[in-house]
């Protein structure tokens, strides 16, 4: 137990504070074991990319979970993001996701949630939403989960207009939208797992027209059952952004899983 708190505390200082206007928190949530009252991960990441400048990324990623009498599940998601923005250094991302699970069956579950993010290198000064999202288990085999989730939320977004011209120096969002992903987790072998999952973001009045995708590819290559690598691929595309940036966003992400 004194070992399982140190692990607690020690996510939690790395990563109380991505670089994109949507979190993949289903890559992360999938399994709970219902035998562990507190469970959770890290993981540590260094990525590079290719942007205005060079940019070297290292971050972490905690996720904790608390099962309490079986059938509710308080989740806590959350990132500190350091970059090297060519050679300047800065803290340039995060997030603070937390979600309250309530099982209504072995198959079904709702829970309400509340999130922010913030991401300087994009010129996303913050986002917050909230709302409330269903899961339904559609596939439970031995090595093979599939989920499908619907929900509605409200979201507010801060923008850094990136034009000279702009007439302001900041764009605001204020949008109610629903949410629809569909998830799968397969354990290849006792080694290998590979976790996939698409979503798709829109507005009532504009379904399709100004819509958000994502899609989410992690493989996990476990060294132990507690250490592991973990590959990560995010795409987003955002069809109407309301600050003239890329639409698409990619990043390819590596490094160690360490599950407590």
Same mark, same amino acid.
């Given at each position: 137990m004194k070992k399982t708190?140190? @692990?607690?505390?020690?996510?939690?200082?790395? $990563? *109380?504070?991505?670089h994109a206007q949507m979190l993949f928190t289903e890559n992360l949530t999938l399994s709970i074991d219902s035998t562990k009252t *507190?469970?959770? $991960?890290? @993981?540590? =990441? =260094?990525? #590079? %990319?290719?942007?205005?400048? !060079? *940019?070297?990324? =290292? %971050? !972490?990623?905690?996720n904790l979970n608390v099962l309490i009498k079986h059938k509710r599940v308080i989740n806590l998601i959350n990132k500190l993001e350091f970059s090297s923005y060519g050679k300047q250094v800065t803290v340039s991302g995060g997030h603070v996701h937390m979600e309250y699970r309530y099982l209504l069956s072995h198959a079904f579950e709702v829970y309400p949630y509340a999130e922010s993010q913030w991401a300087g290198s994009r010129g996303l000064e913050f986002k917050v939403s909230t709302g409330l999202q269903s899961r339904y288990r559609l596939v !439970? %085999?031995?090595? #093979?989960?599939? #989920?499908?989730?619907?929900? =509605?939320?409200?979201?507010f977004e801060k923008w850094k207009d990136p034009t000279s011209s702009a007439p302001t120096l900041?764009?605001?969002s204020r949008s109610i939208k629903t949410h629809l992903a569909l998830s799968f987790q397969h354990n290849i072998s006792d080694h290998w797992s590979l976790t996939a999952t698409a979503i798709h973001q829109g507005k009532p009045d504009s379904y399709f027209k100004e819509a958000r995708f994502g899609g989410a590819v992690d493989l996990l290559y476990k060294i132990t059952p507690a250490i592991g690598i973990n590959g990560a691929y995010r795409l987003i595309y955002d069809t109407a952004p309301i600050v003239p940036i890329r639409k698409s966003y990619t990043a390819v992400e590596a490094g160690l899983a360490i599950n407590f």
């Amino acid at each position: 137990m004194k070992k399982t708190l140190t @692990l607690v505390l020690l996510a939690l200082l790395l $990563s *109380i504070p991505s670089h994109a206007q949507m979190l993949f928190t289903e890559n992360l949530t999938l399994s709970i074991d219902s035998t562990k009252t *507190i469970q959770g $991960s890290l @993981l540590p =990441v =260094v990525d #590079f %990319k290719t942007e205005q400048q !060079n *940019i070297l990324t =290292v %971050k !972490n990623t905690a996720n904790l979970n608390v099962l309490i009498k079986h059938k509710r599940v308080i989740n806590l998601i959350n990132k500190l993001e350091f970059s090297s923005y060519g050679k300047q250094v800065t803290v340039s991302g995060g997030h603070v996701h937390m979600e309250y699970r309530y099982l209504l069956s072995h198959a079904f579950e709702v829970y309400p949630y509340a999130e922010s993010q913030w991401a300087g290198s994009r010129g996303l000064e913050f986002k917050v939403s909230t709302g409330l999202q269903s899961r339904y288990r559609l596939v !439970n %085999k031995e090595r #093979f989960l599939m #989920f499908a989730a619907a929900g =509605v939320f409200y979201e507010f977004e801060k923008w850094k207009d990136p034009t000279s011209s702009a007439p302001t120096l900041y764009a605001c969002s204020r949008s109610i939208k629903t949410h629809l992903a569909l998830s799968f987790q397969h354990n290849i072998s006792d080694h290998w797992s590979l976790t996939a999952t698409a979503i798709h973001q829109g507005k009532p009045d504009s379904y399709f027209k100004e819509a958000r995708f994502g899609g989410a590819v992690d493989l996990l290559y476990k060294i132990t059952p507690a250490i592991g690598i973990n590959g990560a691929y995010r795409l987003i595309y955002d069809t109407a952004p309301i600050v003239p940036i890329r639409k698409s966003y990619t990043a390819v992400e590596a490094g160690l899983a360490i599950n407590f």
